[in-house]
Every structure is written in C-alpha cells, then in structure tokens.
C-alpha cells in the first residue's frame, strides 16, 4: 500500500471511543443496539486490530503477554449508535482456572443474551493451523445462530504462502472466500474489516473531520 493509499484509507474510519467496561455479566450493556464484536484466543491481536480500525496507538490496551484484556469494551462506532466489542481472549492456559471460568462464562453470555449482535468478528492467528479453542468458539457462534466473519491476524509475521495454507486449512471449517487478511502493523485489510462492520451493523458513518 502507498502512503497516499494509507492516507485515504484512515480517512474513511470513523473515530471509535470507549464507551463501557463489563468484567461481569451484570455490566454488560446495550444488548438491543446494533454491534459487532471481536473473539479469538488470547494474544491473536483483538486490541490491536480495534487500535488500527481507530487509527490509534493506545486506545484498547495491548501486551505480549496474553490476557490483557479482561472485560468486554464497549465502543462507540462514531454517531451511528452501533458498537464494536473488544472481548476478552480465550484459551489462555497460564491463567488460574476460575479466571478462565469467568471470561468463558462473560463472553458466552454476551454472544447468547445479545439481540443486537450483529456479527461475530472471529481472530484466527495466520501462522496458526486451527486450534481446539478456536473450533469451539466457532460451535458455540453455530449453536447461537451467529454470523461470523473469520480475519487472520499478524500477515506481516508470515509469507503470503503462510497465509494461503492457513486460510486453506480452514476452509474445510468455514467459508474460505470470506477470509479477510489483516496486519495491525503494516494496516493490511482495515478497509475490508470497516466494510463488513458497516454492512453488519447496517451503518454508514461520516468519517471524522481530518
Ligand atoms: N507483528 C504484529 N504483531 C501484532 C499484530 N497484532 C498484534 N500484535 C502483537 O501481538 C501481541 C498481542 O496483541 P493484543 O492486541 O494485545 O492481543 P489480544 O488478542 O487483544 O490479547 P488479549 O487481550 O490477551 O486477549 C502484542 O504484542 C501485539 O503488539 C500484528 O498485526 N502484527
Ligand atoms: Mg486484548
């Protein structure tokens, strides 16, 4: 992509601000408004990925190590009144079992009780084949009836060929040709992940002034 490219791209994204913090199922808020909500494992770049659709460093918080995220964040999505959902990352085996209990029981209660999910934006790591975590976060979507549009993360750590075995590996478990390829980093596939939000949550967002 060139800087003019770059440049352009972040034109079009709305600005996204911190709307609530649930750690607990009895904070989770809005369940009628129109969203779409990130999942994946632990460290497969959620925040990251929230950072680069708002075009900003810091705004979800990120770390090396897994299990930053603990709540579910809430964003605004500019004026539209919908939202998008940093949930915290699952499958992370170094932290205490009732810990892992918590965010397992906070992220199924915000898939199931969510009338206004509109779409489950699933992390899958591109230099990954499909783990056991993920298979059955992709059931439970199943069992709830949820869209989900599947996004490989960190493209920019593996070669295109990497990436092109990773997506194979899972079209045997969902629909390959809706694959999006992103990179936080390089802002790989932004555009792409804008566009089904928008589609999702039925939005057109006016793009802040820049
Ligand atoms: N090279 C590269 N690193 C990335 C990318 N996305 C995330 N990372 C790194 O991966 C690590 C984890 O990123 P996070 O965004 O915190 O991951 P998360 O899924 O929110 O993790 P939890 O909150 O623990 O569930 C950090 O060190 C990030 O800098 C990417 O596209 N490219
Ligand atoms: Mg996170």
Not at 7 to 33: D, H, V, W, Y
Not at 42 to 55: D, M
Request: charged share 20%.
């Amino acid at each position: 992509m060139t800087v003019s490219e770059k440049n352009n791209s972040r034109k079009m994204f709305p600005a996204l601000t911190l709307a609530a913090t649930a750690f607990t199922k009895g904070q989770l808020i809005c369940p009628e408004a129109p969203q779409a909500a990130l999942a994946g494992r632990s460290n497969v770049g959620k925040s990251s990925l929230i950072n680069a659709l708002a075009g900003r460093k810091s705004l979800a918080k990120v770390s090396a190590a897994p299990g930053k995220t603990r709540s579910a964040n809430y964003y605004h999505i500019g004026e539209t009144g919908a939202y998008l959902v940093d949930l915290p990352g699952y499958g992370y085996a170094r932290c205490s079992r009732a810990e892992r209990d918590r965010w397992a029981g906070l992220i199924q209660e915000y898939l199931k009780s969510t009338p206004g999910l509109r779409g489950l934006i699933l992390l899958l790591d591109a230099r990954l084949q499909p783990q056991k975590a993920d298979l059955e976060l992709l059931a439970f979507a199943a069992s709830c009836s949820l869209v989900v549009l599947p996004v490989l993360t960190k493209t920019d750590k593996c070669s295109k060929k990497e990436a092109a075995a990773c997506a194979r590996a899972w079209g045997t478990h969902l629909d390959q040709g809706s694959l999006v390829l992103t990179s936080a980093k390089d802002r790989t596939g932004l555009e792409k992940v804008w566009e089904a939000v928008f589609t999702l949550c039925e939005i057109w967002p006016a793009a802040p002034a820049t």
